[in-house]
């Protein structure tokens, strides 16, 4: 190699090293995971990011306030999902509490009442009887929390919550799922913050992925 080549090749090797990191600041297997077996997504048209949750887990609660301030800057063309996760009968119970909320249509009284009840006033939220009073102290009566909370539309809603629980294969809760292909978490990421960071590294993944496949197809 020519001295000129050698010259050239250690002033362009930290531009390349630079551009190298710039373009991929997280890496599978560190900061997230590719799912072994991808899963459908409920829009085609948007990039679906999905956060499995349990009203019992503490790092879920502290998360919380970070997922509404990414929210409120939410791009257009993202689909955010909440989706408790079953792996027992205590999940499965806060689990017909989060879709008796989301049917009743106070999802926004009652989810953080829920996270606070456990959390914040340290009450044990572990039968129908202490969910029900949470859903009483915020204005619904006990006639339509029974209804809803038993109803066949809650138990087809819980069924599917814990399938899906399965198929994403999570080790643990909060874990972010972005259009059905990747997970993250707050072990593999290292904070919270950087759960949102991931995400969004990886939205943009799969935001400039999908003009090629649209291409692609009209071709």
């Known amino acids: 190699m020519s001295r000129l080549k050698r010259s ?3 002033i362009l090797l930290p531009f390349f090293m630079v551009a190298t990191a710039c373009a991929e600041p997280y890496k599978d297997g560190e900061q997230y995971k590719t799912l072994a077996q991808p899963q459908a997504t409920a829009s085609e048209d948007k990039i679906e990011v999905v956060e499995l949750f349990w009203y019992g887990c503490p790092h879920c609660y502290y998360l919380e306030p970070v997922i509404g301030n990414w929210l409120k800057n939410k791009p257009d063309d993202v689909e955010f999902v909440r989706m408790p996760a079953i792996v027992g009968p205590p ?3 806060l689990a017909k509490a989060y879709y008796t909320a989301e049917f009743l249509g106070v999802m926004d009284k ?12 340290k009450k044990k ?7 029900q009073a949470i859903f009483e102290a915020q204005g619904v009566s006990a006639e339509d929390f029974r209804n809803t909370f038993g109803s066949f539309a809650v138990a087809v809603k819980v069924n599917n ?7 994403y294969a999570i080790t643990g809760v909060p874990t972010l799922i972005v259009n059905g292909k990747y997970s993250t978490s707050g072990s593999l990421a290292g904070s919270n913050e ?3 960071k991931v995400v969004d590294y990886l939205v943009e993944q799969e935001r400039q992925a999908m003009p090629a496949a649209v291409t692609a197809t009209e071709e």
Do not use: G, P, S
């Open 194 to 196: 950087n759960i949102i």
């Open 161 to 167: 919550a814990k399938l899906m629980t399965k198929r």
């Open 125 to 131: 939220v572990v039968d129908e009887a202490a969910v």
């Open 110 to 121: 009652v989810h953080y009442a829920l996270f606070d009840a456990i959390h914040k006033d």
């Open 91 to 93: 999940w499965e119970l």
């Open 8 to 10: 050239m090749l250690v």
